[in-house]
């Protein structure tokens, strides 16, 4: 399912202007019930400002009017903020000199946490090129000495709806079918 922008600030606006149940903000937010409960209670959210789906243009009014009257009706994301988030670049992305050296930190993660991920899925979510995947994984790399696995969302190379895509995407192995 594709999740709004800024799931946690459209969580914390939900909360304080809807009366909709944890479970359904959880589902539209990508939340568990209980974070959404903490969110309600004022452990989790302090400091996050809520964000207005229905100013944004994620929901409509009469969906969550719906969804208030009927516990078991689910929220749904507007037909043109699904294509605004699922958009993806084209091209080639621009990366700033001073993330260049992250990439091959953001390729050793992918290569650690899905080692079934092929050469051109990661060359495709992290702009780098094959030669550069084959030198990590083949610990060539010419910096290979300093290259700590780190999350290549964290590090701003690709978003979590773009990852998340790509792990979807990841074709199964011999061995995990067999298992």
Same mark, same amino acid.
């Given at each position: 399912m594709t999740l709004p922008l800024m799931p946690k600030a459209t969580a914390v606006w939900l909360v304080e202007n809807t009366a909709l149940t944890f479970e359904q903000i959880g589902d539209f937010c990508g939340m568990h019930p209980l974070e959404v409960q903490g &969110? !309600? =209670?004022? @452990?989790?959210?302090s400091g996050i400002r809520?964000? =207005?789906p229905i100013a944004s243009g994620q929901l409509s009014r009469e969906n969550i009017e719906e969804c208030e009257k009927d516990p078991d009706k689910r929220? @749904?994301?507007l037909g043109s903020a699904k294509q605004y988030i699922m958009q993806k670049t084209k091209g080639s992305r621009y990366t700033p000199v001073a993330r260049r050296q =992250? #990439?091959?930190d953001a390729i050793a993660w992918l290569v650690k946490n899905y080692p079934s991920m092929s050469d051109g899925q990661i060359a495709k979510l992290v702009? $780098? $090129?094959k030669? $550069? &995947?084959a030198a990590v994984r083949g610990k060539s790399h010419w910096n290979s000495s300093n290259i700590r696995p780190r999350d290549p969302v964290l590090l701003g190379l690709c978003t979590q709806t773009h990852l998340d895509g790509a792990v !979807?995407?990841? #074709?199964p192995t011999e @061995? !995990? #079918?067999q298992a």
């Amino acid at each position: 399912m594709t999740l709004p922008l800024m799931p946690k600030a459209t969580a914390v606006w939900l909360v304080e202007n809807t009366a909709l149940t944890f479970e359904q903000i959880g589902d539209f937010c990508g939340m568990h019930p209980l974070e959404v409960q903490g &969110i !309600a =209670d004022g @452990e989790v959210s302090s400091g996050i400002r809520g964000n =207005d789906p229905i100013a944004s243009g994620q929901l409509s009014r009469e969906n969550i009017e719906e969804c208030e009257k009927d516990p078991d009706k689910r929220l @749904e994301l507007l037909g043109s903020a699904k294509q605004y988030i699922m958009q993806k670049t084209k091209g080639s992305r621009y990366t700033p000199v001073a993330r260049r050296q =992250d #990439k091959p930190d953001a390729i050793a993660w992918l290569v650690k946490n899905y080692p079934s991920m092929s050469d051109g899925q990661i060359a495709k979510l992290v702009g $780098t $090129t094959k030669n $550069t &995947i084959a030198a990590v994984r083949g610990k060539s790399h010419w910096n290979s000495s300093n290259i700590r696995p780190r999350d290549p969302v964290l590090l701003g190379l690709c978003t979590q709806t773009h990852l998340d895509g790509a792990v !979807a995407s990841i #074709k199964p192995t011999e @061995e !995990a #079918k067999q298992a």
